[in-house]
């Protein structure tokens, strides 16, 4: 059985150098810090939400209609206020793009931080 | 051999370790290169996993009785498929399969989602708590390479594992109980790294629903299992291992529902989170069950003495979970509310209360008897009629609102809009019911109910495929553009298949038992079954008998054949039923006997005529397409949600 054991110590070694090849690849990073989501960007990533949402509840409510699920005056009703919010979601991620820093509320939905 | 299994269920062990450890720093203190390191360790731990299952399997191959657990589950006289499918047939193999697909389901999801590192950072601990558990059972209290000199011939196996379904049946089952490990690990990953978004929902969605699928299938496989082999004429009995799984394929069944309203209303994101941590849960609840031998149960075969360290591990899985979605509390409140009680939101959170219902009342009936056993040392049962109940309550309303749920617009639905959508499919149903009722199926409510709601459900699934293909302008673009729809259309329209299929065959069947003489004859609803003769069988590692009985009515005729085989007195002996597959009424002859007399012959026959059954096993077809329907990449979609979570990218445009 020395055969298992060598081949077992072979792939512990190749193991081991997958575990360390972060290291390996890297020995002195300019920065070792994780990446982790600025407070503006989880805005961007709320408002991205927020957007694709209004935006698919658009495409539902114009295919409801067409289908005969959704009746005339639901339609109209709905219509306006869907469009306003993927328009707001729109026009917030726009100008988080322009001035990044800026703290962005716009959705009804709170930010996730 | 054996040192090599042991040695690499050791090295992945300490993989997993240092996922969890390593890990856990890393995320806490933010080290880049260190979460990397523990993501590899991680990857890595599935090879060193698999290639200690692929010892596992050689042995088998080899009837390497040298390793105890190929002696105990199998011998020379097995065949190769289930001397193979011992791997799972025993303790230590389903240990091992455990670890083997949460490694390899742990490395992928790990891998396809290793850009978003914040959340990998905390997922990949996560993952490592579970792993480290099995791999600590396997290398420190049950290991699958316990060496021993080799008798002359292992123990075999159960009769009732020798049968082509139980080379899929458990497997199946592993596959989904561990696919909810990787909506589990993301959501709490989720949760400790504060990403309370919908990015976890979005790398999780196909797994939650690849698991779900696997859960139904495997069950449906054990459903056929134990119809064909146990012979007692039934798919499902509610045995407390048939519910372990039964329970978390229902909650990822409301999951499936409810994380829709959380994508397209940003609501229920607290309730998302109970439910995939309930779900995982209740697979380790399952596992518990299955092991513990704290219950009986047909599938006492699998017991064994590790039940308190897997209820250890439960007992840690739920204190851990709970805490963490109380901690996390503000993030996942939200102020999104529903608009109406009559929208589609709203028939989804009634399906996710059925649902969840349903589940806490099987939980509740498999946890009395064992409660009542250790709380007051009375030995008590929870038999068919409670969860009869329980399912007809449920169940049937269910069954309703599938029906009603397409057929109501999202976020509100005006009268008049559900008058329009409701009277081709709620005529169909009436005609339906009453047609039934002239029939004389109002002799059982659950089975006529369910056969006017099955109407209804079939018809509104049809009205929305015909409507949305005007709308969209050809079947194929309308399935393609929104495949989750209409594949869960396609798995509804399967649901209803088995509720017909069961309703006909538990509330319509007849069931005749009687002692015959060579030459007697039984009537069985219209059908005369005549004895006409025995004779001995022996197969490789069995002898027995098969009696012919011939059966004419209903302008048929056709034979079964009925016995029971002996293995030996250590394994001891299985009924063989004989079942005619009747294409008129797509329903089975199901019959079975056993030897009263060698003497003169005399069998004791028992005769179910199940109308309708087999509609269960072709609704499973459907089920595995539909839900194939539902997974298959959109790639439209992918590039939308690639665009929002790339850090920093534009938005996505219109």
Redesign the interface.
Known sequence: MEWGLALAAAIAVVAVVFVARPFLREPAPASDRLDELAPEERQRLSLAEERDRALDALKELEFDHRTGKVSDDDYRAQVGPLRRRAADALRALEAGEQTPREHVTVSDEPAST | ????GR??LL?AFG?VA?ALVAGSY??WK????????AQ??L??AF??TL?ASAVLVIALARRDFTFAYVAQHTSHNLPLPYTLSAFWGGQEGSLLLWLVILTGYASLAVWLNRRS??LM?WTVPVFGLIAIFFGFMLCFVSSPFHQQPAPADGAGMVPSLQNPYMLAHPPMLYLGYVGLAVPFAFAMGALLS??????WIVATRRWTLAAWTFLGVGQLLGSHWAYTEIGWGGYYAWDPVENAAFMPWLVATAFLHSVMIQ????MLKIWNMILVALAFNLSIFGTFLTRSGVINSVHSFSQSPIGAWILGFLILMVVFSVALIYLRLP?L????KLESLVSREATFLYNNLLLVALALTILWGVLYPVLSDALRGQTRSVSKPYYDFFLHTFGIPLLLLMGIGP????????L??LG??FLIPFSIAVVTGGILVGLGFDSSWAGLLSYTFSAFVLASIVL?FV??R??AGGILKLVSRNRRRYGGYIVHAAVVLFAIGVAGSSAYQTISERHLLPGQSMEVAGYTVTYESIGGVKGADYTGFRTLLSVTGHGEHFTTEPGMNNYGPVVGSSNEASIYHDPRTLGDFFTTDSLDNAKTGRVDVTVLVKPLLNLIWVGGLLFVFGALVAMWPDAVEQR?LAA??A??A???G?
Do not use: C, F, H, Q
């Open positions: 051999m054996a040192p090599l040695a690499a090295l993989l240092y890393a995320a933010k080290r880049r290169r260190l979460a990397l390191s590899n360790a990857i890595a090879p060193a290639l590192r914040e950072a504060g990403r309370t978004d919908e990015r994508e397209k209303r940003g993030l409140r939200t102020k999104t057929l109501v617009a999202w976020r509100k639905a005006s008049r809009s329009k959508t929305e409507r949305g005007s709308a939308r929002r979570y850090a920093g534009a938005p996505a219109i």
